[in-house]
């Protein structure tokens, strides 16, 4: 079982930027194709970024292409959600998730196809 941990998240003004991190609460050396997800308050959580298990392929919700940008950092044992240009539209509670198994190269933007979830963390644009 692999727990996530989500931090970085907070409030930051209309145009800001803020990068979340996400960890395995106990370092692993196994590597997941992972992803993040958001939820808005009334809403349904929704696909934000996907990273490959070799990190070489990314995937992006159009809401959010050209804004945010997914990486890992092997050695830190870490990915990062880096968001900038934010609008009070990209207020939720965002969470990262990884995937047991799959290939090397593929990306994964459906939720049911992940087996591993952080607690989330809040992030709220104000205008």
């Known amino acids: 079982q692999v727990q996530l941990v989500e931090s970085g998240g907070g409030l930051v003004q209309t145009g800001g930027s803020l990068r979340l991190s996400c960890a395995p609460s106990?370092?692993?050396?196994?590597?997941?194709?992972m992803g993040w997800f958001r939820q808005a308050a009334g809403k349904e959580r929704e696909f934000i970024a996907a990273?490959?298990?070799?990190?070489?392929?990314?995937s992006y919700a159009h809401s959010v292409k050209g804004r945010f940008t997914i990486s890992r950092d092997n050695a830190k044992n870490t990915v990062f959600l880096q968001m900038s240009t934010l609008n009070p539209e990209d207020t939720a509670v965002y969470y990262c998730?990884?995937?047991?198994?799959?290939?090397?190269?593929?990306?994964?933007?459906?939720?049911?196809?992940?087996?591993?979830w952080g607690q989330g963390t809040q992030v709220t644009v104000s205008s």
């Open positions: 106990v370092r692993t050396n196994r590597w997941y194709p």
């Open positions: 998730a990884a995937k047991s198994g799959g290939t090397m190269r593929e990306v994964y933007t459906g939720s049911y196809e992940y087996d591993y």
């Open positions: 990273l490959s298990w070799s990190g070489g392929s990314t």
